[in-house]
Every structure is written in structure tokens, then in C-alpha cells.
């Protein structure tokens, strides 16, 4: 674990999405009473069926949310990179008990904000209702296209959509796009519900097409308007 200066609290809450432009009295309310999370890699945060007692915000590290099966098989859900937060909806709902383990990839640092901190300030502002709505609906429709890719594109399709998904629009205008796995395939194989064997043979392939250039963990989409028509191909 990298040693860590005192966190300042206020500063991260502010780059929130949920947070960003609120008032600074807001903010310091709630990072009075957040608490730092120390998280070590292949460590779980909390687990299936655990109280869900606030929100949490990835200061760094990693984290991979799972369902877990009788027999020990996991399933990927979603990756939680630095800066990102997660637990809002979960906080919220009647049945206040988490329904995926939360694992460290990394060495991390979380952020917890209790339920009571949150709840106090949406009863008086808002504007932070307004943020909170926007937060979940845009999880909500996430969550809608995971199961419509699951439901209607091959694996091929879904690991191109996985890395065209959110291109930087000087990339668009480029048409060319780099970037990096910063998590195991097996991860990412298994959050696109494919197995870790199929996942390296569509690389393969993609890649013997000349749609994307592997190196390492680097993968270079030279052509992105390319591997979009072979993705919309009958």
C-alpha cells in the first residue's frame, strides 16, 4: 500500500459528479463525517447480503463488483476506477443490504459517506436531489444497455462496444483510439459475460483483421470507423 498524506476529503467530494458546484458548506458538512477506507488488493470492501450503511468514492485503486455463486463462480458486474463512486442506489432502496461483494483489484482508498450525511442534506437542498436523480438515472440506463448487449449482441459485439464505449472526441475526429486493460482480462471477460479463453480468441481474431493492434496490455484501434461497420455487420 503507498503511504498516504491526510486525505483531503472536501477536495475529492467536490470533483464528485454528485457533489461538483454545490456549495462549500454542503460539502464540508458531509466530509465531516466521512471516513477513509483503507482496502487491501483481493480484500473485500463489504459483501453480498452486508447492511449497506452509506456510499462509497474510490480515492485510488480499484474495485470489482461481483455476484457470487452457491458454488464460489463469480460474475463481474462492474469496475469502480479511481475517482468514481458507487453504493448511491443501494443506500437509497427500502432493503438497505448490498447485492454484489465489493473487491479490491488494487491497493485502494475509499471514501465512505454514511447514509445519515446524505439523507440530512437532501431533505434541505435541492440541488442535491436534482444530482442524486441525475446519478441514479444514469446508472439505471447503464445498467439497460448492459442487459440489451446481453440479450442481443454477440460477444465479438460486446468487446468492441466496450472499447468504443465513451470515446474522447479528439479521437472521433482522429478516428483512432489507444488504450489500456488496467484490469485482468478474466475481469473483463467476465463483466462482458463471456469466458476468459473466448474473450483472448476474439482479440485474436480482431486483431489478424487488422481492426485493432495488440501490445501487451495496450490495444491501438487504428481505424475506429472500421471496427464500429465490422461491429454493425450482419
Known sequence: MRDCEPVR????????????????DLIERIAHKVVPITVLKSHALFHAGDNCKGMYLVVFGQFKLVFTSFVGAEKVVEIIQQGESFGEAIMLAE???????????????VLHVPTAAILAELNNDPKLTARMIIVLAKQNVRFMNDIESYALQSATQRIIGYFTNEIPDEA????????????????IASM??????????????LSARGLILISGRSIRIPKISNLIAFQRSP
Open 95 to 109: 432493503k438497505k443490504n448490498h447485492i454484489t461483494s465489493a473487491y479490491a483489484l488494487q491497493d485502494s482508498l
Open 192 to 205: 462482458l459475460n463471456i469466458t476468459q479463453e473466448h474473450f483472448s480468441r476474439i482479440l485474436s481474431d
Open 172 to 187: 472521433i475526429k482522429a478516428d483512432e483510439l489507444e488504450l489500456e486493460l488496467h484490469v485482468h482480462k478474466g475481469v
Open 9 to 24: 476529503v472536501q477536495c475529492h467530494l467536490a470533483r464528485m459528479p454528485l457533489f461538483a458546484g454545490l456549495s462549500v
